[in-house]
């Protein structure tokens, strides 16, 4: 089976995308995306997560190879205390940085930058139907899709990224958190596909490609509640802690071990089992 990264030129101007838009997937997830937007019918998509624009663009250039129109409105935040981009300067200059790389693949008419969260967009852009979704922001993947879920079109593509069982201690912008972004992805895809709200087709690497499932829910149901014990902590941006680091610990516990390690124990919250996670070396 030949596969999108087989075509020489695609290819090549796929390796260039994430080193030019500061990409942070591997290439066979840009060209599994570059895949779905060839394989659509145009339409409208939403993206939540834009950073610089790498997933946006492989998208774009997809979606060019098809002969329907397409416009792709791309959320991101460029701020905050977790944003890997707050480092790179003003919500502005990410802006004009995210421009200026949607111009270098010609994909500037087809893409329009929403700076904020999912909010912005509903408040700004009339979004009625959306035929593919890509969520890549801070891991909680409910926000997005309790608003969006009845404005999917039937079987509508769903990629999202960060779906792995994983717990890290990370750094953002100098200062040490415990990053959950991951396993709150994992455990919300878990329930999400329980209740048909996604249906997975295929994962590569920590990304899933899923379709919409076959639950109905009304517009106004909020997936938050039925899943109110998962901890919004540590990554999430709409209630960030002062010290995510400090939070942590305060809320979920911690124990020292007799070899003096530290673990803060993530046991009721999470999973219904208790986690260890090391955090720091005390002598
Ligand atoms: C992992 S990066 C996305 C990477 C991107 N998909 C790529 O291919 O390079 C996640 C981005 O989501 C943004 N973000 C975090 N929370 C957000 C939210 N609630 N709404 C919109 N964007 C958010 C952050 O600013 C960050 O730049």
Redesign the pocket.
Known sequence: MTSITDHDEVRKTLEVVPLSA????PLNVYAEIYEQGRKSQGGLFVE?????G??TIALALGAKEQKSPFHIFT????S?Q????TQFGSVADNVVFVRSQLEKFDVQDQVTIVPG??VDLLASHNIKGIDLLML???GCID?ELSPLFGKLSPNCPIII?DIDDLIVVSKANGRPFLDQKHRLTYLLIKILVERGVLREERRIHNTGFFRKGPATVDSTTNFVRGIACLPRTGFC?NRPPADPHAAHVQRLGRRQHADGTTFVLASEALAGREMKIRIRRRR
């Open positions: 500061h990409g942070m997937l939540v997560g834009t950073a610089h790498a997933g959320v991101g935040m460029f905050g977790y944003s890997s981009r969260t999912i890549d922001a801070d926000r990224d941006q």
